[in-house]
Structure formats: C-alpha cells, structure tokens
C-alpha cells in the first residue's frame, strides 16, 4: 500500500467522523439544566494551591449554584443543613483541567464524557466545526456532559494542501485570508487558526485583519514564518514543538532552504520538517535560545508542546497498539491509527533515520525545559483525537507526564492545565484555582500531584459546575463510552 498523503488522512477522518452526531446520554441529574440547586460539602480535603505550588490540608469547599461560595479550615466553614456531605478526608483537590490542543470529532457520545470522566473541564478545539457550538450550548444548558469550551474558526492555510472544506480555508490572496478571518468572526468563533503551509505575506495579511476585528489568532507557526515574527505579530499560542527550535539554530539558512520544498503530501512534509528540526538540533545556539526566550516572553505568545504528539511520532515502535484504552474509540478510527502509524512513521524510516527521530525527542525534552526555565509560558495540549494513540481526555495526564519527564517539576506541569490556560483563555477570574468565587470545576484524587504527576490520574471524583461525579458514576460514564465506540 502507498503511503497515506495528508489529504488521505484528513478526507479519511472526515468520513469516519462523517457519522450523524446524536446527543450523549446524560443522567437525569444534569437534565434539567443549569447547575445543581443542593450544597454540597467536600470536608477534610486537601486543596493543592496551584498558584503557589502549597498544599492547604483540611479544607471544606462548599459549592453551591455552580460555584465555590466557601472555603477553609473545618472550624472556618460551617457546613449548612441539608448540604449533600462527602468526606475527602486524605484526598486532594486540584482545579478542573484544560486541553489546550484538543480535536473532539462528531461523536457527543466519545471525546465530551471521556474528558469529564478524566477531570478535563474546559478544553480549546482546534478544528472550527460548527457542531461544537450546539454541544457548547447543550453543556451550558446542563442537558449534555461534556467540558466548557473554546472554539476555533475554520483552519487558514496556504493552496493545495487538503480538500476538506469543513476543516479547512485555503487561501491563495490577501483577498482571501482577509475573508477567511472575517468568516471565522462571524460565524462565531472564539479565535482564529493559522497554519503550516500559509505563505508569509498571507499570513501577515490574516494577523492584520484579526487585530482589526479584535479576535484572537493561534496555531501552528507556519513553515515560512520565523517564529519571533510571528509573536511580534501578535500570535496568541503556538502549536506543536515543530517550528520552534529553529530561530535557535545557528543554520537558520538551510533550515529555510529545507522547507521551501513542496511535494509529497504528508510523508513529504513530515520528511521535510524532520530535516529542518535535525539541523535545528544539530545547530543549537543557547545565545540563539535566551534571545527568542526572552522575545517569545516579552510578546507573551504561549508554547502549546503537544509532546505526547512527538512520543508517537519519534518512538513509534515503542507505541502500545493494545492500549486498553483503544476501547473508547470506534474501530474505524483505532483501525486508521494503526495504519497511520506504520506507514506514516514506522515503515516509512530507515534504521538510520529512526535512530535519527529517537535522538530527537531528547532534544524537544531539553528545549521545553529550557523554555519553561526562561519564563517562557508552556501550555498543556494534547492534539487528542487527531493524533494515533492520543486518547481525549487521558491525553492530558500523559501530557503532564511528559512535561515531567522533560524536567519541569509536578507543580510547574500542574500549572500548564491549570491557572495558566485558564489566564491564556481570559478565564482567570473564574477558573484554573481552587478558591471562593471560582467556578467548582475540580478533580478529588486518591494521591498527591505535586509528590507524583502520576498521581492526577487516581481520580476519586470529578466535580463539573458543581456537579459531583463520583468512583461509581465515573465507571458507568466509561462504560458508555465503550458500549457506544463498540456500536459505531
């Protein structure tokens, strides 16, 4: 079989998503809409205080209507009649989490209760799908389970890349880009996604327009764009590790000459990219590195690494093809993975260029490090859904873990899916911190976070607008999703 062009994988997704969308089941609970009316009382927690990376033992949180209306030490908050009592005596209480970089599909019935059932409430789509919308509204109004949300317009990208109008607005004129960004404003989307392949003069012409409309704009840095020009431009958020590390090297000339090239679909593009990052690594310059730190930190654009993206993409042979949690998703879309996977990564390379990929993820691991350690602000993402062997919702808590393992400490990993994307996405006022005022999106977990990152998967509870999902809720929530991937 050839291998898959990245025209085949995108018109392959979109008819394997293609299958009409109905509406997730949703507990009786949470059908009448809004927040719960009852209080509810969690008593002896431990509140991870994000912020400041302490842990505030012995906490009661009383949530009512939605939102933390008290908390602190036992004798501090009185608990009223009737409130609805749950002992978290030895649990801790971390803030909902964020997937920066997610891609939810067309199923209400996978990626919405799959990320709840993970503690993911809020999460930042990336593809601009006009169905994410209605589920926005159906959570809002309680009658579907599912994360808040922050939308993106159709992706903006330069000609001859992919013919799947619903994901994509190619562009070929400043006409054209300038339109694109005014479609993504008026059909409702919170901001505006750029992407790999625009050339640099259409990408200036969508940064203009979108500070001319006022709406936000983010992505991939496209090949041709440095990096520091992009964030002078006002660029929120880069997507993805690719692309960052080359205003870093010192051979920033055979970089550009390397992505010039056009061709070969997506094998072609991915081949390029990793012969640009190669000489990147090889080219390193930590002067290079401190200078573009300090402009990425001084423009306040913000790094979305999606790491758990290249831990599939540069160890592919170490990928679990049996991960239990395949059970969550469709066989159409697991099937597709494992196609993609071999072709795209595994039997694509020689031993000399897996060894090459191996090599690497190393050097994304030390460069993140580098960023976080700079003050550069580093958000987690996941690209769950778009992405083989990146699973909604779990893919957060392997995101963390990768951060972890590139040498951030579990409090400045906690912080990446938690207060920093709520300030990045203009929530700071409601969510990313566990206090009084504060939305109650939160996750009880059986183990300490800041001891073990590890320890955000050992989920006790998930309280979403103040609705508490515990053990036993959380199960049938899983088994659900199974029981409807199994049926797709």
Known sequence: MSPLSRRDVLRTTAAVLGATATTAAVPAAARAGGAPAETLALTGATVVDVVTGRPLPERTLLIRGGEIVAMGRRAEVPVPAGARVVDAAGKYVIPGLIDSHAHSGMWPEISPPLNIANGVTTVREMYGLPHFHEWRERVEAGTMLGPRSVIAGRIIDG?????????FAIVSTEAEARAAVRESKESGADFVKVYSALPPDLFDAVADEARRLRIP??????????????AWSGQ?????????????SARQDEIAAVLAGTGGGMPGWIDRVHRAEMLASGGFSSTRASRLFSRLR??????????????????PELVDTADPRLKYLPAAVTSGWEQALREL????????????????????????????????????????????????????HDELGELVAAGLSPHKALRTATVEPARFLGFGDRLGTVERGKAADLVVL?????????????????????RFIGGRERERILAGVADAAARM
């Open 159 to 167: 000609p001859a890349t992919t013919e799947v109008p619903a994901f």
């Open 217 to 230: 704009f983010a992505g991939h840095c496209p090949d041709l764009v440095p990096l520091d020009h992009a």
């Open 236 to 248: 929120r958020s880069v997507e993805h590790f690719y692309s960052v590390s080359y205003p870093a």
């Open 298 to 315: 001084r423009s306040g654009t913000r790094m979305v690494p999606t790491l758990v993206v290249n831990r599939v993409m540069d160890r």
């Open 345 to 396: 990564f595994i039997d694509a390379r020689t031993p000399a260029q897996a060894a090459e990929w191996h090599a690497l993820l190393d050097f994304r691991m030390r460069f993140v490090r580098a960023m976080a350690d700079a003050g550069v602000s580093v958000l987690a993402g996941t690209d769950g859904g778009d992405v083989p062997y990146v699973f909604p919702g779990f893919g957060v």
């Open 446 to 466: 059986d183990g300490d976070p800041l001891a073990d990152i590890g320890n955000t998967r050992r989920i006790h509870a998930v309280v979403a607008r103040g």
